[in-house]
C-alpha cells in the first residue's frame, strides 16, 4: 500500500511562490508515475502537473505551463510542486496522486493512490 503525505500548503499574496511536497512512504518514486490534482470549491478535480516514473517526462496543464514545476528528491523520497507567480486562480486544495505505472496521463481516474490534499490559498 502506498502512502502520500503532502505538506507545504498555506496562504500567499498574488505574485508570490509556494513548494508543495508529497512524501511517498513504504514504495519508491521510481515505480510510480506522480502527479499534482487540485480542486477548488463548486469544481471537479483537475489535473496540474504529472512526472513519468524515470522521471524524464512532465507535463502541465496550460494555465500552470512557465509559473510551475514539478521535480522529485529520490534522496527523500519525496515529489514536490514549485509555485511561483501565483494568482488568486490557483487556489485550491492541491491533492497528491500516484499510479504504479511508467506513464500516466491526465485524467484523475488514471491514478490509485491519493493523498488528504493540502490548502493553498492566494489573496488578491
Known amino acids: 500500500q502506498v502512502r502520500l503525505v503532502e505538506s507545504g500548503g498555506g496562504l500567499v499574496q498574488a505574485g508570490g511562490s509556494l513548494r508543495l511536497s508529497c512524501e511517498v512512504s513504504q514504495r519508491t518514486l521510481n515505480d510510480y508515475t506522480m502527479a499534482w490534482f487540485r480542486q477548488a470549491p463548486g469544481k471537479e478535480r483537475d489535473f496540474v502537473a504529472s512526472i513519468s516514473a524515470s522521471g524524464i517526462s512532465t507535463a502541465y496543464a496550460d494555465s500552470v505551463k512557465g509559473r510551475f514545476t514539478i521535480y522529485r528528491e529520490e534522496a527523500k523520497n519525496t515529489m514536490n510542486l514549485q509555485m511561483n507567480s501565483l494568482k488568486p486562480e490557483d487556489t485550491a486544495v492541491y491533492y497528491c496522486?500516484?499510479?504504479?505505472?511508467?506513464?500516466?496521463?491526465?485524467?484523475?481516474?488514471?491514478?490509485?493512490?491519493w493523498g488528504q490534499g493540502t490548502q493553498v490559498t492566494v489573496s488578491s
Open positions: 496522486a500516484a499510479d504504479y505505472a511508467s506513464f500516466r496521463g491526465k485524467s484523475r481516474h488514471e491514478y490509485d493512490y
